[in-house]
């Protein structure tokens, strides 16, 4: 059901099960799936693909071009996946050409009131956006990730699987897969033990990420020297493998 007073783009695709409520406007070029539920006052613009069973709360801006000065008008592209909860006056930009030219969001993602997604990130699945939490240009967030309200994080950082930041971090740098941090300034504080028991981890696989983390933080060693030692664990405990891979590609180094 499309609301009477709602503005469409007649060049928009929008599946007949799309629901579109009062005074939203709907640019060229969205693209909307199956059961997905547009509330009042929502503006999506631009090349805007969203899959199915989305909710999108009253004030979002989904689809805007990018903050970025560079940015001449060319075509750039955003992409939302199934089943996620967009919730009041959060906005979302389109890619850049100086990235991959595309934003894209996962499947099964809760971004409470006020969050900001930047152009050019890429986010993955059942990640948590807390009120207000913001991403600059370029930040890629792993599957299962939680920021804290008013969380800010640095264009170009990358978070990974399972991490976790508390209310009002200032993430700089990147934070591997599993790792909590918190605090002004912004510091590892332990590992998502509470979040890997609720996603079914066992009982020996948190403790060998435990002590993966200890190798990083606590041992005293270099950061070469840590992955060094951590290319040894992994043979014993594949678990940590996504944990070696992340610091391997790591470019902005990690908080420490």
């Known amino acids: 059901?499309?609301?009477?007073?709602?503005?469409?783009?007649?060049?928009?695709?929008?599946?007949?099960?799309?629901?579109?409520?009062?005074?939203t406007v709907i640019g060229a070029n969205v693209s909307i799936g199956t059961g997905t539920v547009v509330s009042s006052h929502v503006t999506i613009n631009g090349t805007t693909?969203?899959?199915?069973?989305?909710?999108?709360?009253?004030?979002?801006?989904?689809?805007?071009?990018?903050?970025?000065?560079?940015y001449a008008g060319e075509e750039s592209f955003l992409e939302i996946g199934d089943n996620n909860e967009i919730r009041e006056f959060t906005t979302i930009h389109r890619g850049t050409t100086q990235d991959k030219n595309i934003t894209k969001i996962g499947s099964?993602?809760?971004?409470?009131?006020?969050?900001?997604?930047?152009?050019?990130?890429?986010?993955a699945d059942d990640v948590i956006l807390a009120n207000a939490a913001s991403l600059g240009?370029?930040?890629?967030?792993?599957?299962?990730?939680?920021?804290?309200?008013?969380?800010?994080?640095?264009q170009f950082c990358h978070l990974g699987d399972h991490c976790f930041s508390a209310m009002g971090s200032a993430i700089t740098k990147d934070?591997?897969?599993?790792?909590?941090?918190?605090?002004?300034?912004?510091?590892?504080?332990?590992?998502?033990?509470?979040?890997?028991?609720?996603?079914?981890?066992?009982?020996?696989?948190?403790?060998?990420v435990k002590r993966a983390y200890k190798l990083l933080y606590k041992s005293g060693l270099k950061l070469a020297d840590a992955?060094?030692?951590?290319?040894?664990?992994?043979?014993?405990?594949?678990?940590?493998?996504?944990?070696?891979?992340?610091?391997?590609?790591?470019?902005?180094?990690?908080l420490r």
């Open 137 to 154: 240009g370029h930040v890629h967030i792993g599957n299962n990730a939680i920021l804290g309200g008013f969380s800010i994080v640095h």
């Open 175 to 208: 934070v591997p897969p599993f790792v909590m941090v918190g605090g002004r300034p912004t510091k590892p504080h332990g590992i998502n033990t509470v979040g890997l028991d609720r996603r079914g981890f066992s009982a020996d696989t948190i403790l060998q």
């Open 108 to 123: 099964n993602n809760l971004f409470m009131a006020y969050t900001h997604v930047a152009h050019d990130c890429v986010i």
């Open 227 to 254: 992955k060094a030692e951590l290319v040894n664990v992994v043979k014993d405990h594949p678990e940590l493998t996504i944990m070696l891979d992340f610091l391997e590609n790591s470019n902005r180094s990690i």
């Open 1 to 23: 059901m499309i609301h009477q007073t709602a503005i469409i783009d007649p060049t928009a695709s929008i599946d007949e099960n799309v629901k579109i409520g009062p005074y």
């Open 49 to 70: 693909t969203i899959g199915k069973n989305n909710r999108i709360y009253q004030f979002s801006s989904i689809g805007e071009d990018p903050q970025d000065k560079k």
